[in-house]
């Protein structure tokens, strides 16, 4: 039996049209819960944990341009407090920052693929043994991510990698809901 796609390419638009096109452009308001990994030598080893991330974000998404939307996004994050014990000692890093990224994004029917690039606002406390130092600066970021929209309310799945100076590797794999007004 021969496939009649003229009842497949109907049932593919209506399907479509029953769907949201992709989200519309304006503010939206999230949370997101992750994943935090920070890798630092720590003399004379290496602190290499994670921890639980949270986040809470503020945008607005523009879709003037055909094909792709673009978006600005403030942010703040505390990366948990990853730690471990190295050589019979508590190493912990508190790691918190405020941050500001252009999102470019590529709308696909409820689906969107984005990158992201920015800048953490970032502090620090390095507790080893007793002893804790200080850190904060101002460092880039990156991340990719996609998400799925139903209406106004979108979940998102997302992948960023902070260049923080001084630290080796700081990473997040996050889970974030947002409401589009």
Request: net charge negative.
């Amino acid at each position: 039996m021969r496939p009649n796609y003229r009842y497949l390419a109907a049932l593919l638009l209506a399907i479509a049209g029953i769907l949201p096109g992709h989200a519309a452009d304006g503010l939206y308001l999230g949370a997101g819960i992750g994943v935090a990994t920070v890798r630092d030598d720590v003399d004379p080893e290496t602190l290499d944990s994670d921890d639980t991330a949270v986040r809470v974000f503020a945008g607005w998404r523009f879709n003037q341009i055909p094909v792709i939307d673009l978006a600005v996004e403030g942010a703040y994050t505390d990366f948990g407090r990853p730690s471990q014990t190295l050589e019979g000692r508590e190493v912990r890093y508190e790691l918190s920052g405020a941050s500001l990224a252009g999102l470019l994004i590529l709308p696909v029917g409820p689906l969107d693929f984005y990158g992201k690039v920015g800048a953490l606002s970032w502090r620090s406390d390095l507790s080893d043994g007793g002893s804790t130092t200080e850190r904060s600066g101002f460092d880039p970021f990156y991340g990719v991510g996609f998400g799925f929209y139903l209406w106004k309310i979108g979940v998102r799945v997302e992948y960023e990698r902070f260049d923080i100076k001084d630290v080796d590797r700081v990473e997040m794999v996050s889970l974030q809901a947002l409401f589009q007004f």
